[in-house]
Structure formats: C-alpha cells, structure tokens
C-alpha cells in the first residue's frame, strides 16, 4: 500500500523558516511526480508546489515563488518543502500529494500525506 | 488564477441522485481533460474520486461519475449515501504547469 507520511510542522514566528518532510513508501517514488497542498483552516485547498519525479523541474504558486522551496531526495524516498519568510497567511494544514500518473506530472493526487499543521503567528 | 467555481452546497436524500457542477475557463478546465474530483470528510486527507474528468480509481464505487462540457465539469453521486457527505472539491490543470482548486461544495445526505 501506499503511504505517505509527513513530519516537520509547528509553530513559528513570522519571517522565520521550517521544513516539511514527507515519506514515501509502497510505490516507486522517482518515477511519480509529487506536489504539496495546503488547507487553510475552515477554507478549500491550495496547490502550493510541484516537482518532477527526477527532481528537474519544479512548479509553484505565485503565493509562494520565492520563498518555498519543493525538493526531493530520491534515495531516501522523501519529499520536502522548505518555507522561508513564513507569513501569517500560510498557516495552514500542508499536504503532500502523489500525482496519479506515471512519468508525468498531471496534478491529480491518488494518494495524500496525512497533513500537518503550520501556524505562523508570534 | 481564480478558483473554480462550485456551489457553496448541494443535498439530497438517501438513494437520490445529485450533481455538482465547477466551472472555470479556455485556460483550465476547457483547455485540459485533466479534470479531478476529491472527497474530504471533516479532519481527513482528501480522498481522489474522479481524475481526467471521468475515470474512477480502483476501489471508488461506481456512484461517483464525472463529466464536462466546454468549461464546465460535473459529478455526479448516484444512489446517495450516508457516508456520501463531505466536502467535494473540483480541480483542473491550467496553463503553465499550474493546478487550481474549486472552493469546494459541502454535499448534505438528507
């Protein structure tokens, strides 16, 4: 089976920095595109970021270009994004996502982390 | 980008039948047949039901059918169950390698 799970959330202060880590098992993970999803609270979802299964190419949203970071190790099976110049705004529950397909990246999320907290607020 | 657009709520009584509609635009759900629908009960992870706008992955009942038409997507539960309600959401590729969400229907069982 499937599972992905996530670690890496808290609380922090605005401005600062935290990373989110999840790991992959049950598939071959550098052959599946991933991505990260975020859920404000009491709000809908929100595609945050997404990255190739090699790792070559990464994609995010305009809410967070310049501060998150999506990354991958493949040889640890884990995903992880790195949140700098934290703002209130991204508190929200982060998800990570698996994309659906094979070898290409089509932002259709078969299976979903768990999900994790991050509040920014001092 | 905007969200795509989804009615705030839907209803229906057990055994009825219930679509959910999620409009958006050339850029995105016109332009792209890759259409997903999630399920998302309070507290959980989002569950995908439908992707490329009306494949169902393994073990999703056959209740659950999706479709579109121009820039308008739909699901459509059938047989509606107690275990049906949640919160639906609606997302579609869109240009530049870029995913949006609709803001999500919570579906009442009567």
């Known amino acids: 089976d499937v599972q992905l799970l996530q670690s890496g959330g808290g609380l922090v202060q605005p401005g600062g920095s935290l990373r989110l880590s999840c790991g992959a098992s049950?598939?071959?993970?550098?052959?599946?595109?991933m991505s990260w999803v975020r859920q404000a609270p009491g709000t809908g979802l929100e595609w945050v970021a997404s990255?190739?299964?090699?790792?070559?190419?990464?994609y995010s949203a305009d809410s967070v270009k310049g501060r998150f970071t999506i990354s991958r190790d493949n040889s640890k099976n884990t995903l992880y994004l790195q949140m700098n110049s934290l703002r209130a705004e991204d508190t929200a529950v982060y998800y990570c996502?698996?994309?659906?397909?094979?070898?290409?990246?089509?932002?259709?999320?078969?299976?979903w982390g768990q999900g994790i907290l991050v509040t920014v607020s001092s | 980008q905007s969200a795509l657009t989804q009615p705030p709520s839907a209803s229906g009584s057990p055994g009825q039948s219930v679509t959910i509609s999620c409009t958006g635009t050339?850029?995105?759900?016109?332009?792209?047949?890759?259409v997903s629908w999630y399920q998302q009960h309070p507290g959980k992870a989002p569950k995908l039901m439908i992707y490329?706008?009306?494949k169902r992955p393994s073990g999703v009942p056959n209740r659950f059918s999706g479709s579109k038409s121009g820039n308008t997507a739909s699901l459509t539960v059938s047989g509606l169950q107690a275990e049906d309600e949640a919160d639906y959401y609606c997302?579609?590729?869109?240009?530049?390698?870029?995913?949006?969400f609709g803001g999500g229907t919570k579906l009442t069982v009567l």
């Open positions: 996502a698996k994309d659906a397909l094979m070898a290409v990246l089509r932002f259709q999320f078969d299976n």
């Open positions: 049950g598939f071959t993970f550098s052959t599946y595109a």
């Open positions: 990255i190739s299964g090699s790792g070559g190419s990464t």
């Open positions: 050339s850029s995105d759900i016109g332009g792209y047949n890759f």
């Open positions: 490329e706008v009306s």
């Open positions: 997302s579609s590729y869109a240009a530049k390698n870029k995913v949006i």
